[in-house]
């Protein structure tokens, strides 16, 4: 069941459409890639957070779930907002599974942030929906808000990464229904992933990050 909502929140909570099954069938066709994403990395934790509560046991490797939980903050085995109580350069792979937005305060921070958690040579895997699909009229009217791979390889350039030159589309067209064969370029499909990487020298200029480390024994919730 969706988390409640607060008396004062009148719209739709835009991850609860992925809850219907219009939405589980674009997390469906994604998983796939999201199993490739967490065996990124081999040795290293990864970091996955996405829009809704997911079974990712038996998964390859160690690593940390989150979820939003529709006022601003995270949930899983931390509880936390941004920035996140996790240390710098500790993660090999990030997941951005649709949680990322392409507008607001909180969109530029979370790529911020999964740039910082990445070690060198890390990489970021960003699913998202794509605004040109005939599929985003089932999201229509949810607060769900897609954008096109250009400006989304802007922002990540602009957090210190370097983004792949061409995204993988996933997902169905229009029909409700699992598709997991991916195809080169977004198209016409309901999402696309795009992956980027952390490198040690970005290709450009970006401002100093902080370094967040946590003491010994500190709790994070």
Known sequence: MPASRPARQTGPVPHDWFLSDAGRAVLESEDEAVSQALCDRPGLPWLWCGPVQRDLAGLAGRGM?????????WRGPVACGLPLPLPSESFGAVVLQHVARPAGDSGPALLEEAARVLVNGGRLWLFVLNPLAPYRWRWRGSGL???EPLSWRRRLRGAGLVPDAVSQGLGPVWPVRVSSTAQQGAGMRAAYLLRAEKRAMPLTPVRQRRVLQLPQGASAA
């Open 65 to 73: 779930a989150l979820q939003p939980d529709g006022h601003g903050r």
């Open 145 to 147: 808000v897609a954008s």
